[in-house]
């Protein structure tokens, strides 16, 4: 069928893209990314098996409405906490990428954390890049279902403990696990497993870095938040340019007579490289660079005009997202650092000081000086601080004793012989761990006595008690609509009050 | 103005574009709602005659409303954004 006039073939644009193998590496920031992972999952598959106080220390108890977090304990009530704590994630994240790039994407994104799991028990099965790329070539052997089937059955056996792990923070882990084998969970404890579990093997196993390029929203924004002084990972034009093999006697441009490029022409280098690697599909280029005609690029004639980059193009092989950071700043970059560490093994190799590529700023790449305290920087920090006092002064001084009021619906008030009454719903919460003994009592009107409930009450342990209560004024001392407030004592515990305005209505004053 | 028509997306791109950010957006309008308001207390309004007792249905059923309310609203810019060639397209 021939396309609508007017629109480009489907197959055009839309080329289907190749499987990215990333090649392992060793070095600073890839050991940085084994602790973060250790760490990270560490806390994820860990915390539901610890107990604080004879519970689970972590446990997210929907069906109570109370989330317990080590010490503390977060009622429906305390949700401005979790409110101010997502806005906090957010500040931190604007504070860290406008100082640091994307600090998260490389090494706190979850999905960043998984695929590295992932990729490891991917090696341990199908071996090193290579291997794995010739296995992926290779027809079906025995050897290669063996290979393929023990990779699937780890990753599919992660993935199940990693959505048990998950539900563990919202049941009781321990009770969960032992009605596993009894076949006892209920349906949504079942859907939630399967559905973490299968979310985990798809996004790490299978989506990988399409995930941070085409479902991330913050891989879209994060750029807003960049300017010419953020760090970034970068390859240095001026250094590495005219790229290209050599003999192994040259030395660095640091250490030779050529020097660092000039800008405009590194600037060149770059965008020539770039169109080229779009033409020929060695890497994958968004960037602009690649839609411009090839601009004259400085080519070296003699040795000693090469610049340090051998285009051994390693840098690329390691990449997670497949692309060639030596094309620039693009957004599929995650900041992994995975580069740094493979170029400067090569670096090492050739007897180069290390950091063609290398986390720097815009500013300083192109020779300029870089500051680190600049007014969004300034300003993002301070929110942060600000909000982290209030949050932490917040959570520690939370009342332990809730009162609300609700008015009757049905009648403003009644008449009875002994006066005029209102009645009100009250729902008290006891954040204690004990029952506690409470009085309620009426400040704010003359007059107005607490017929019901007279005597003192008790509510038990961490629980929320809906109690009728009935005001009472005798006849003709109120007139019209009273302002009062309802307070609540504990009985042991006097400094422990709880007070909420309400209204008292009573018939208003006869005309004259 | 240009004249470019962008080619049709593949259907699991479109998909995606709906789905994904709905339910992005229906989750966290769950956690604000369900976090003022108890499930449980819902199903003693009387307008809502057939809302759950159990509140993991009643957490359950809202997401699945706001979900679809979101998914809806993804859809319309979806089709809003539709250009005009594919509603003229010549049949065969």
Same mark, same amino acid.
């Given at each position: 069928?021939?396309?609508?006039?007017?629109?480009?073939?489907?197959?055009?644009?839309?080329?289907?893209?190749?499987?990215?193998?990333?090649?392992?590496?060793?070095?600073?920031?890839?050991? *940085?990314?084994?602790?973060?992972?250790?760490? *990270?999952?560490?806390?994820?598959?860990?915390?539901?098996?610890?107990?604080?106080?004879?519970?689970?220390?972590?446990?997210?108890?929907?069906?109570?409405?109370?989330?317990?977090?080590?010490?503390?304990?977060?009622?429906?009530? !305390?949700?401005?906490?979790?409110? +101010?704590?997502?806005?906090?994630?957010?500040?931190?994240?604007?504070?860290?990428?406008?100082?640091?790039?994307?600090?998260?994407?490389?090494?706190?994104?979850?999905?960043?954390?998984?695929?590295?799991?992932?990729?490891?028990?991917?090696?341990?099965?199908?071996?090193?890049?290579?291997?794995?790329?010739?296995?992926?070539?290779?027809?079906?052997?025995?050897?290669?279902?063996?290979?393929?089937?023990?990779? %699937?059955? @780890?990753?599919?056996?992660?993935? @199940?403990?990693?959505?048990?792990?998950?539900?563990?923070?919202?049941?009781?882990?321990?009770?969960?696990?032992?009605?596993?084998? $009894?076949?006892?969970?209920?349906?949504?404890?079942?859907?939630?497993?399967?559905?973490?579990?299968?979310?985990?093997?798809?996004?790490?196993?299978?989506?990988?870095?399409?995930?941070?390029?085409?479902?991330? &929203?913050?891989?879209?924004?994060?750029?807003?938040?960049?300017?010419?002084?953020?760090?970034?990972?970068?390859? !240095?034009?001026?250094?590495?340019?005219?790229?290209?093999?050599?003999?192994?006697?040259? @030395? $660095?441009?640091?250490?030779?007579?050529?020097?660092?490029? &000039?800008?405009?022409?590194?600037?060149?280098?770059?965008?020539?490289?770039?169109?080229?690697?779009?033409?020929?599909?060695?890497?994958?280029?968004?960037?602009?660079?690649?839609?411009?005609?090839?601009?004259?690029?400085?080519?070296? $004639?003699?040795?000693?005009?090469?610049?340090?980059?051998?285009?051994?193009?390693?840098?690329?092989?390691?990449?997670?997202?497949?692309?060639?950071?030596?094309?620039?700043?693009?957004?599929?970059?995650? @900041?992994?650092?995975?580069?740094?560490?493979?170029?400067?093994?090569?670096? !090492?190799?050739?007897?180069?000081?290390?950091?063609?590529?290398?986390?720097?700023?815009?500013?300083?790449?192109?020779?300029?000086?870089?500051?680190?305290?600049?007014?969004?920087?300034?300003?993002?920090?301070?929110?942060?601080?600000?909000?982290?006092?209030?949050?932490?002064?917040?959570?520690? %001084?939370?009342?332990? +004793?809730?009162?609300?009021?609700?008015?009757?619906?049905?009648?403003?008030?009644?008449?009875?012989?002994?006066?005029?009454?209102?009645?009100?719903?009250?729902?008290? $919460?006891?954040?204690?761990?004990?029952?506690?003994?409470?009085?309620?009592?009426?400040?704010?009107?003359?007059?107005?006595?607490?017929?019901?409930?007279?005597?003192?009450?008790?509510?038990?342990? !961490?629980?929320?008690?809906?109690?009728?209560?009935? *005001?009472?004024?005798? %006849?003709?001392?109120?007139?019209?609509?009273?302002?009062?407030?309802?307070?609540?004592?504990?009985?042991?515990?006097?400094?422990?009050?709880? /007070?909420?305005?309400?209204?008292?209505?009573?018939?208003?004053?006869?005309?004259? | 103005?240009?004249?470019?028509?962008?080619?049709?997306?593949?259907?699991?791109?479109?998909?995606?574009?709906?789905?994904?950010?709905?339910?992005?957006?229906?989750? /966290?309008?769950?956690?604000?709602?369900?976090?003022?308001?108890?499930?449980?207390?819902?199903?003693?309004?009387?307008?809502?005659?057939?809302? &759950?007792?159990?509140?993991?249905?009643?957490?359950?059923?809202?997401?699945?409303?706001?979900?679809?309310?979101?998914?809806?609203?993804?859809?319309?810019?979806?089709?809003?954004?539709?250009?005009?060639?594919?509603?003229?397209?010549?049949?065969?």
């Amino acid at each position: 069928m021939a396309a609508p006039q007017g629109t480009v073939e489907y197959e055009s644009i839309y080329k289907s893209e190749g499987k990215v193998y990333p090649r392992e590496v060793s070095g600073t920031f890839q050991r *940085l990314r084994t602790a973060a992972v250790f760490w *990270l999952l560490g806390m994820f598959y860990l915390f539901p098996w610890l107990s604080w106080d004879g519970r689970q220390a972590v446990l997210f108890d929907l069906p109570a409405r109370r989330f317990y977090i080590f010490g503390l304990t977060f009622w429906p009530q !305390d949700f401005i906490f979790l409110a +101010l704590l997502l806005i906090m994630a957010g500040l931190a994240l604007f504070f860290f990428t406008a100082l640091a790039g994307r600090l998260w994407c490389g090494y706190a994104c979850p999905q960043t954390v998984w695929t590295e799991v992932f990729l490891w028990i991917e090696r341990l099965f199908e071996g090193d890049r290579h291997q794995r790329m010739k296995l992926d070539r290779a027809p079906w052997t025995w050897k290669k279902f063996l290979r393929k089937g023990g990779k %699937h059955l @780890a990753w599919v056996l992660f993935a @199940a403990w990693t959505g048990f792990t998950f539900v563990g923070f919202f049941t009781p882990i321990r009770e969960l696990g032992g009605r596993l084998f $009894s076949l006892e969970w209920g349906f949504w404890e079942s859907f939630w497993a399967v559905f973490y579990g299968f979310a985990t093997w798809g996004n790490a196993g299978f989506l990988r870095e399409q995930v941070c390029k085409y479902m991330c &929203p913050y891989a879209r924004f994060q750029g807003a938040m960049f300017d010419r002084d953020t760090l970034i990972i970068a390859y !240095d034009p001026r250094r590495g340019e005219p790229r290209g093999p050599r003999r192994r006697e040259i @030395a $660095s441009v640091l250490e030779r007579e050529r020097g660092l490029l &000039p800008l405009a022409a590194a600037q060149a280098a770059v965008a020539f490289h770039a169109w080229q690697t779009a033409q020929k599909g060695t890497a994958r280029v968004t960037t602009g660079l690649a839609d411009q005609p090839p601009p004259a690029a400085p080519k070296a $004639s003699r040795p000693e005009e090469l610049g340090d980059c051998i285009d051994c193009t390693i840098c690329i092989q390691v990449c997670p997202t497949g692309i060639d950071i030596r094309n620039g700043l693009q957004y599929e970059c995650i @900041a992994c650092g995975a580069c740094i560490d493979a170029c400067d093994g090569v670096m !090492d190799r050739l007897g180069y000081p290390r950091g063609l590529i290398r986390y720097t700023t815009q500013n300083l790449v192109e020779g300029g000086k870089t500051r680190i305290l600049r007014p969004r920087v300034l300003i993002y920090g301070t929110l942060l601080l600000s909000l982290a006092g209030l949050w932490s002064y917040g959570v520690f %001084h939370r009342s332990d +004793l809730g009162l609300d009021v609700l008015r009757d619906r049905n009648a403003l008030y009644r008449e009875t012989l002994a006066g005029i009454e209102n009645s009100y719903t009250l729902k008290i $919460s006891n954040r204690l761990t004990e029952p506690r003994r409470l009085r309620l009592s009426v400040e704010g009107a003359e007059g107005v006595i607490v017929v019901e409930p007279a005597e003192a009450f008790t509510v038990g342990p !961490d629980r929320v008690e809906r109690l009728p209560a009935t *005001l009472r004024a005798a %006849h003709g001392t109120l007139h019209g609509v009273q302002q009062i407030r309802l307070v609540l004592t504990d009985l042991e515990r006097p400094e422990h009050r709880a /007070v909420r305005e309400t209204r008292f209505f009573a018939p208003e004053e006869p005309l004259r | 103005m240009s004249d470019f028509d962008h080619p049709p997306r593949p259907l699991v791109q479109r998909l995606g574009a709906i789905l994904w950010p709905s339910f992005f957006a229906a989750g /966290v309008a769950s956690m604000v709602f369900f976090a003022a308001i108890d499930p449980a207390e819902l199903a003693e309004i009387s307008a809502l005659p057939y809302w &759950p007792e159990s509140r993991e249905l009643g957490y359950t059923l809202g997401f699945l409303l706001f979900w679809t309310a979101t998914a809806a609203s993804s859809t319309f810019t979806w089709i809003l954004l539709r250009p005009a060639s594919r509603f003229n397209r010549r049949p065969g």
